[in-house]
Every structure is written in C-alpha cells, then in structure tokens.
C-alpha cells in the first residue's frame, strides 16, 4: 500500500504492524511543500503500532509543521524518526514528535528564531514581533519537553541559529542516537597479499593492525633495521 503526494512525502504500508512515513521537501502549502491538512488526512488513518519517519526537510511554515507534529505525537503508533539529511527549522520541530530519534553520522538539525513578514505601520510591525516572541517561546516549549535543556540554554541555541551535526545532535539532546555512516569492510587476512610484488602499504596496515603485532613491527623496523613496508611483509609470513 503506497500513497505518493507532491513529490515531497509518501506513505509505506509495510505491514498491519508497521509504515514507513517519508517528508521528504518544504513544509506549507505556499512553499508549495506538504500541508498539515494532507498529512493528517492520510497518517491519522494508519491502523499500526509502529510509524518509522524518515525525515529530509529544511522547514517552511510554522503552523503547518506544528500541526504535522501534533499530528505524529498524538497517534497511538510508536513514532521512531530518522533524519536522513537535515531536519531544519520547524522541520526540526517535527523531528521532536519521536518517541525515538535517530539521526545519520553526516545529518543536521538545525534550530533557529522564527520569520515572518510584515507590511504596515509600526503598530503592526510591533504587533508581528509579539507574534514572534509567541512562536519562538511555543517551539522552545517543544524542545524543551523532548530535550530536557533548560529555557536559557534552548533560547541561546534559537537565538544563534544553531546546527548540530550527528553526534552533537545526540549531545544537545536533540536525538536518542547516531547511526553511523557506512565503512568500507576490512580487508581478508591472507597470507596471498605477502605474495604480491605491490600490495598496497594500506592493506599490509589492514593485516598488521592489532597491537602485539604493531610491537612486533616497531622490533622489526627499529632494531633490526627493516623498512616499514620489509616489515609488514614479514609479519605477513607469519
């Protein structure tokens, strides 16, 4: 079962149990991005016990991601989000609604001080900024609640436009943990690569990397006079 809206978000039935939720784009019908309306429409009607959201979003409107976020705190489904790229501005808002949160190595999130526009006298100017302030403190209430981090603390982050990169993420309290990026799998011990007249020193470094048999390399190279690569090929031997 897959319902794909906009281009921006789609909805995975994976089983009776479990979906998977991808807002993938803006936030906010005049970004042209995913409104609170669709999205409740179609996650709200999601009879499952797990919801994973897979989040890549750099924000958009307050009001819509508000609601989206009420709308996934409020399910009766485990909410587990994951933030694939970036969860900025009130994307990051949306993230909170987790009941775990996940981010990738090299993600983001990114909290910063609400925006808007205004055009007028300076009462409605002033009258925008108290607006403003109103937003700010109810996303800092957010924060707060899935954080733990104090009001002065969350307030300085908004205030500097702060971005927390993978592990920092999970430091600030922001995430739960860090899925690591993908490392190359080590090399096969084999005594083959001895055999080669140019093994790559990387991969000799690969076969010698355990710390009884670095100590046996230093010997080698530093008593016995070896080169570094003479060594490893030795050691390779054995």
């Keep these: 079962d897959r319902k794909a809206l906009a281009g921006m978000w789609r909805v995975n039935r994976l089983s009776n149990e479990v979906a998977d939720v991808f807002i993938y784009g803006d936030i906010g019908s005049w970004m042209d991005g995913l409104t609170a309306n669709d999205f409740a429409r179609e996650v709200v009607a999601l009879d499952v016990g797990n919801l994973n959201v897979r989040l ?10 508000q609601a989206i976020y009420n709308t996934l705190s409020q399910h009766k ?5 994951t933030i694939d790229g970036v969860a900025a501005s009130i994307a990051s808002v949306i993230a909170m609604a987790g009941d775990e949160i996940r981010i990738t190595e090299g993600s983001h999130i990114m909290v910063h001080k609400p925006w808007s526009m205004a055009m007028g006298d300076a009462d409605s100017m002033r ?22 981090k104090n009001t002065k603390q969350l307030t300085d982050w908004v205030s500097a436009e702060t971005w927390f990169k993978g592990q920092a993420a999970v430091d600030a309290g922001f995430a739960d943990s860090v899925i690591p990026a993908k490392r190359r ?8 690569f001895n055999s080669f007249l140019h093994t790559p020193v990387d991969i000799l470094d690969e076969l010698c990397n355990i710390p009884h048999v670095r ?3 230093r010997v080698l190279r530093d008593v016995e006079g070896f080169s570094q690569t003479q060594a490893k090929r030795i050691i390779a031997l054995t």
């Design 215 to 217: 100590e046996l390399e």
């Design 185 to 192: 799998e080590n090399y096969a011990r084999s005594n083959i």
């Design 77 to 81: 489904a485990r909410v587990t989000v």
């Design 127 to 148: 009258k925008e900024a108290e607006v403003l302030d109103s937003l700010e403190s109810g996303i800092i209430d957010i924060y707060a609640a899935r954080t733990g």
């Design 56 to 65: 890549n979003s750099g924000g958009g409107s307050v009001f819509e991601g």
